[in-house]
């Protein structure tokens, strides 16, 4: 079976192509046959064009962007054509997997698309303005170039969906949840491929792990992981709660949002602008959102950027803390996304905190870029791990197992 990933984002598309063969999931994500990012915000008016291949070809173009559509026609035409094709024709591709942000209260599974589907997508777009839109053009690109083909929807959202009303309300007016204002959390994909890994890795049956998932790029999410499904996490109604992150703001008193509103005259636009592109580490160093920038301008003895590192770490080992508190102990402690599986220093820091409770790094195997890895001592009770997240695997998991239902 070959299915087509698309992993739409707002300023990005990626996308790759697996082989799946037998009865069984393979125990290792197999290398894609081909991968192929679209950067949407290169520069004005041009789409940036990168196709890659399991056996080293490679295609680079800058393509005139006047509509997304066209673009990724092109994207996709280097799948049966040109020096990166691996396929006859566009007919041997068997499903299309797309991750989709928001599910909302209507998904807690991965869904074939239907034209219902994509409505319900259309209408959580208000929850998700960034991202619901791309996804769902993404999904009719698909229909306008590749015809009738099915087509799953991974949503985001739907491993927090079993979360418990405790976990999942806000302590406002109860009606305001009857309405679907509740915590929905984000990066579920990666979360729940990543406990799922570091089970795999170590042996385990997930259901008997209590883990704590670090999701760290940028933008940055937790999730605390019991049975196997996320029982809390840190991001909210929308992707803006919770941790400090590359751009967005975290969590903050909402008081401060009605002060400016009042006292200083903003507009909702304006605060959410500010909150979700000028704020975090970009807002409190004022060097980037990027933290090896950060981390460069620390090395130039920039007081602010060193600020922004040090609040970074505070916060998250805080939400740590109220992960764990919600599993009433922890086995795994896991990072992963760019920052958790390339920062070495954030990771000892954020450890260091819980080694109370007898948490203890090995410092040289949390040095460098450890993939797949336990970074714990032999002794730490806790299990620490580093895991490469692969999102786009786990989409076409989800799409080998609606196939195979």
């Not at 950067?39 to 070809?57: F, R, S």
């Not at 996804?135 to 799953?152: H, M």
């Not at 102990?329 to 954020?350: H, K, M, Q």
């Amino acid at each position: 079976m070959k299915i087509l990933v698309m992993n739409a984002g707002s300023s990005s598309q990626k996308s790759c192509l697996y082989q799946i063969d037998g009865e069984q999931l393979p125990d290792l994500p197999p290398v894609p046959l081909w991968e192929a990012q679209i950067d949407w915000t290169h520069q004005p008016g041009i789409a940036e064009l990168k196709v890659n291949t399991a056996n080293g070809a490679i295609h680079k173009a800058e393509i005139p962007l006047q509509s997304r559509g066209p673009v990724m026609a092109q994207m996709l035409d280097t799948l049966w054509s040109g020096a990166t094709q691996v396929l006859a024709s566009a007919s041997e591709i068997d499903m299309v997997g797309h991750r989709v942000v928001h599910g909302g209260q209507y998904y807690q599974d991965s869904v074939r698309i239907t034209p219902d589907v994509k409505t319900r997508i259309a209408e959580l777009a208000d929850l998700a303005p960034v991202h619901n839109p791309v996804n769902l053009e993404g999904i009719e690109a698909i229909e306008a170039i590749l015809g009738d083909l099915p087509q799953v929807a991974v949503f985001d959202t739907a491993f927090h969906a079993r979360m418990p009303e405790r976990t999942a309300l806000y302590p406002v007016p109860y009606a305001w949840a009857e309405q679907g204002i509740r915590r929905y959390g984000f990066h579920g994909t990666s979360h729940r491929y990543c406990a799922q890994r570091a089970a795999q890795l170590l042996n385990r049956d997930l259901k008997e792990l209590r883990i704590v998932t670090c999701h760290l790029g940028n933008g940055c999410s937790l999730a605390a992981i019991r049975d196997g499904y996320s029982i809390n996490t840190t991001m909210g109604f929308t992707p803006l709660d919770g941790l400090m992150m590359g751009s967005r703001s975290g969590a903050v008193d909402p008081s401060i949002l009605l002060y400016l509103i009042r006292e200083q005259g903003y507009s909702a636009e304006q605060l959410e602008t500010i909150l979700n592109q000028e704020s975090g580490l970009f807002g409190v160093s004022g060097v980037s959102n990027d933290l090896r920038l950060v981390m460069q301008a620390i090395a130039d003895s920039d007081v602010r950027a060193q600020l922004a590192l040090d609040m970074y770490i505070e916060r998250l080992k805080q939400f740590i803390g109220a992960m764990i508190a919600s599993l009433g102990g922890l086995d795994v402690l896991i990072f992963t996304a760019g920052v958790g599986e390339n920062a070495p220093n954030v990771r000892a820091e954020a450890c260091a905190a819980f080694a109370y409770m007898g948490l203890q790094l090995d410092l040289d195997r949390n040095s460098g870029r450890p993939r797949d890895q336990v970074i714990s001592s032999a002794d730490s009770s806790v299990v620490v791990m580093v895991i490469h997240t692969q999102e786009d695997w786990a989409i076409a998991r989800e799409c080998w197992q609606i196939a195979m239902a």
